[in-house]
């Protein structure tokens, strides 16, 4: 499957942004989704996750109550909401996916081109 992510920009502190994930090329509903940063100078981190279903979801501790995994599978489409963004969230953000029936995915084989996302503070 490929990805494209897309939606980054600038923003100020408190502002919201929508990520979205293009995938073409394999039926999308079989992939587990996730999202991905990785700011300057620090190693990349997982933000959030969702199963193929929408039914599970998985928060970093940092984005949990402000940032919304979700996805269409009938669009192709997997987003990540962000809102009352903070500095510190200044990073580039991948998007990612697994062939996964089941379960959240721990590990990723399709990844995204990234999309930047700077929150001036």
């Known amino acids: 499957v490929q990805l494209q992510a897309s939606g980054g920009g600038l923003v100020q502190d408190g502002g919201s942004l929508r990520l979205s994930c293009a995938a073409s090329?394999?039926?999308?509903?079989?992939?587990?989704l996730g999202w991905f940063r990785q700011a300057p100078g620090k190693a990349r981190e997982s933000v959030a996750a969702?199963?193929?279903?929408?039914?599970?979801?998985y928060y970093a501790d940092s984005v949990k109550g402000r940032f919304t995994i979700s996805r269409d599978n009938a669009k192709n489409t997997g987003y990540l909401q962000m809102n009352s963004l903070k500095f510190e969230d200044t990073a580039v953000y991948y998007c990612?996916?697994?062939?996964?029936?089941?379960?959240?995915?721990?590990?990723?084989?399709?990844w995204g081109q990234g999309t930047l996302v700077t929150v001036s503070s």
């Open positions: 990612a996916a697994k062939y996964k029936l089941y379960g959240l995915a721990t590990e990723y084989d399709y």
């Open positions: 090329g394999r039926t999308f509903s079989n992939y587990a």
């Open positions: 969702m199963t193929r279903s929408g039914s599970s979801t």
